[in-house]
């Protein structure tokens, strides 16, 4: 990798890019299915210390990446608990470790949505014969395009963070070494203008997938109404 | 069979304000019950007492049917605004269906026959969320009539909707009566309680002040707040 | 949960189809590129990929005592061997050495530039209170630094004032506050020679042999880490000093300099 914009064409750029995008989707993905029934559960179930729960919730959402890569490292380090599983230093790690940082973000947000909706949806779902958790579930459904802002902030946060994956993934040429991780090198070894060039390429994968969810929303909101 | 319905003594008081003084009555199959009242009297909130979404202070409803799931399985309620889901028509119908756990090919076959019902049937892949205020409501009434239950009950139905479409919900609700299906709806339009009802619970501040058939109550009110709502002295509490 | 089980399997099945070792080395190292030179060679030769976490010479240390590198490639003879000698690793190899120098501003406000004894500029730079960017974050460069400042008779502790600026990072960065602020900084010919952003600086001290820095490599004990991929980890130690993988480490050149000297004791 040289300079941009010749990078542009290098195949490991977008091997880098690849990796990255696999990387945070999947911490997304699997964050959203623990999170968004969380967070549900929770605007529904009223129970003593719940609003402790949702504030620290809330502040969970502002938790330092670089934390909770040293903690993730210590967990799958071989001298830890993890560590026979053996994966620290793989993209495995990295996933585990990004999914740790938006679980608070789907789960609050969603938490969020899902308690404004329920004032809407819940006597008409009670008198259909529909509580608790089947219905919360329901409300969730049916909500499901205004989550994707929550979908979107978490792919956000995941994609920008680099303290994370830099501890638990370890930059490794070839296999660990993501966008923000790269930037990070390159910007160490003293190359700025590439580091910086890097840095457009990924705002600008950022954006692309922002506009894609936006059409997708789009989509839906005319064939559901 | 979970009719007649009975209160027993039954308020609500909340936040220290006494919404339903202690109210005693019996309802029984057959006649249209219509309760009446000015807006404010507690008509919606006695509905949803009898329908078991609020839980009274003090004082007992009672079903005849002792099993809870029977007694919430056999009613219905229809809202002064319905709430959809961000589905197609079909698909809002077949939910409380589904809920209750009426299988296919059933529960679509059960779906249409409603749509066909209330006359959407030719709408019935649309999403229900685009429908007008009149189809909604409509689409609410299918959605109560496929469980079939044996009390309907109906908060205002059509206190949000223009003369046309009132017409339509008012013909349905006539069906509905006529099929056997219990009644009960709150209302404080006169002309609707004269069309659609049997009987009236008039309903003043809190507390049942009269109760009579449709004719008898028109003609000659027996209580003063009956007649001065019926001349139209009262149409806030 | 699909997905991620997914990726688990994707990234353990990638395991399972090529063998790997795990080596911990230091940032300057890696940022000089030797790697990327190096590894392919012997990736061809054995199919062993070798996958290279850079850190600090401490970190790199610490990663082969906690059993999560197989092998460890720095920089700090001392501490290497105490690394053997406490058990953690099998036996310190010498593999190559390269050479620190010292960079600083044109303007050379300490009047160090082209002394061939890095002591005697040391204690000039001490002297003139002259702005130094040190990497204060437990690397051989930091270490073989505090040896020069300790040869030259200087306690840092009592003598540093604002003109010393601890860093806590890595090569590059610590290049990067010192051309910032036009300091002097201490750094390894490799990470120099691929610097870009030099701003005001320039080498100025250079060639004396206290300034030589010797690598070493040892595998991680499997007597403390069974784990450990015992086999292929010596096979990369048996390859780093054999004659191909010494001429490949001199074949390493940024602008036709060479910048590491195979030197592995036959």
New interface residues.
């Given amino acids: 990798m040289h300079n941009f914009p010749a990078i542009l064409l290098d195949d490991e750029l977008w091997r880098i890019v690849t990796l990255s995008l696999?990387v945070s989707l999947?911490a997304v993905?699997?964050a959203m299915?623990l999170g968004l029934p969380l967070g549900a559960a929770l605007a529904v179930w009223r129970f003593p210390g719940r609003d402790v729960v949702v504030v620290t919730l809330n502040a969970l959402m502002g938790l330092p990446p670089v934390v909770v890569g040293l903690v993730v490292y210590l967990l799958l380090?071989?001298?830890g608990p993890l560590?026979q599983l053996?994966?620290?230093?793989?993209?495995?790690a990295m996933?585990i470790a990004q999914?740790i940082l938006i679980l608070p973000i789907a789960a609050a947000l969603c938490r969020q949505a899902v308690e404004d909706a329920w004032r809407?949806?819940e006597?008409?779902?009670?008198?259909?014969?529909?509580e608790g958790l089947?219905a919360a579930l329901?409300v969730l459904w049916?909500i499901r395009f205004s989550l994707l802002t929550a979908v979107l902030a978490g792919l956000g946060r995941a994609s920008a963070e680099v303290g994370a994956v830099m501890i638990v993934g370890?930059?490794?040429?070839g296999?660990t070494r993501v966008m923000t991780t790269t930037i990070a090198?390159e910007?160490?070894?003293?190359?700025?203008p590439l580091a910086l060039g890097l840095g457009i390429v990924l705002i600008g994968v950022v954006l692309l997938l922002n506009g894609a969810a936006h059409l997708v929303k789009e989509a839906a909101q005319r064939?559901?109404? | 069979m979970i009719l007649p319905l009975r209160l027993d003594e039954v308020s609500l008081t909340i936040q220290g304000r006494t919404v339903i003084h202690p109210l005693s009555l019996e309802i029984a199959a057959g006649p249209a019950t219509i309760i009446l009242g000015a807006n404010g009297a507690g008509k919606s909130v006695l509905m949803r007492l009898m329908?078991g979404?609020l839980s009274p202070t003090s004082g007992r409803v009672q079903w005849r049917d002792a099993d809870p799931d029977r007694v919430?399985?056999m009613q219905?309620?229809v809202?002064q605004r319905?709430?959809m889901?961000?589905?197609s028509a079909l698909a809002n119908v077949q939910?409380?269906l589904q809920?209750?756990g009426v299988a296919e090919p059933e529960r679509s076959r059960v779906a249409a026959a409603a749509l066909q019902e209330v006359g959407l049937h030719h709408l019935a892949g649309r999403?229900?969320?685009?429908f007008s205020g009149g189809e909604q409501q409509r689409l609410a009434l299918a959605?109560a009539w496929a469980l079939h239950p044996e009390v309907l009950f109906l908060d205002e139905p059509t206190a949000s909707l223009d003369p046309t479409a009132t017409r339509e919900i008012e013909s349905i609700i006539r069906a509905f009566d006529a099929s056997g299906t219990k009644i009960i709806m709150a209302t404080h339009n006169l002309g609707q309680a004269r069309r659609l009802g049997d009987e009236v619970l008039f309903i003043h501040q809190g507390r049942l002040v009269e109760r009579a058939l449709v004719d008898r109550f028109f003609n000659q009110p027996a209580s003063a707040e009956a007649a001065a709502f019926i001349k139209g002295e009262l149409p806030w509490v | 949960?699909l997905?991620?089980l997914l990726?688990?399997g994707l990234?353990m099945q990638a395991?399972a189809q090529q063998s790997y070792i795990?080596v911990a080395s230091t940032?300057s190292t890696?940022?000089s590129g030797l790697?990327?030179h190096l590894l392919p060679r012997f990736e061809r030769k054995t199919g062993i990929q070798v996958?290279?976490?850079?850190l600090g010479t401490g970190q790199a240390l610490d990663m082969g005592?906690?059993?999560?590198a197989d092998v460890v490639l720095v920089h700090a003879k001392a501490l290497e061997e105490k690394f053997v000698a406490e058990g953690f690793g099998v036996e310190r190899v010498e593999v190559m050495y390269n050479d620190f120098v010292i960079v600083g501003p044109k303007s050379d406000p300490a009047r160090i530039a082209g002394t061939k004894d890095v002591v005697e500029a040391f204690r000039k730079i001490a002297s003139a209170k002259a702005r130094f960017a040190s990497r204060g974050d437990k690397s051989g460069t930091h270490f073989a630094e505090l040896q020069l400042w300790k040869a030259a008779g200087i306690e840092l502790e009592k003598e540093k004032g604002p003109w010393y600026r601890d860093t806590g990072?890595?090569?590059?960065?610590t290049?990067?506050t010192a051309?910032g602020m036009d300091a002097y900084a201490l750094a390894d010919r490799g990470?120099w020679l691929?610097?870009?952003?030099?701003g005001n600086l320039t080498i100025a001290v250079e060639g004396d042999r206290k300034l030589f820095n010797q690598y070493g490599v040892i595998r991680v004990n499997p007597a403390k880490?069974p784990?450990v991929r015992k086999a292929e980890g010596q096979a990369f130690i048996d390859w780093l000093v054999s004659d191909e993988g010494q001429a490949a480490i001199a074949a390493y050149k940024i602008g036709g300099e060479q910048l590491f000297f195979p030197n592995a004791k036959r």
């Avoid at chain 2, 999403?127 to 685009?130: L, Q, S, T």
């Avoid at chain 3, 990072?169 to 960065?173: A, I």
């Fill in positions: 696999q999947s993905g699997i299915a380090s071989r001298a560590g053996g994966l620290l230093f793989t993209p495995g996933v999914t809407e949806y006597e008409q779902l009670r008198s259909l014969g529909v089947q329901t049916d370890g930059n490794i040429d296999v090198l910007t160490s070894k003293g190359d700025l064939r559901y109404g | 329908h979404l919430r399985r219905a309620m809202f319905p709430v889901l961000r589905r939910y409380p809920a209750a999403p229900a969320r685009a959605r | 949960m997905r991620f990726l688990l990234t395991e795990t940032t890696e940022q790697f990327r996958r290279v976490v850079a005592k906690r059993g999560d990072s890595g090569m590059g960065p290049l990067n051309a990470t691929s610097f870009k952003n030099r880490h784990h």
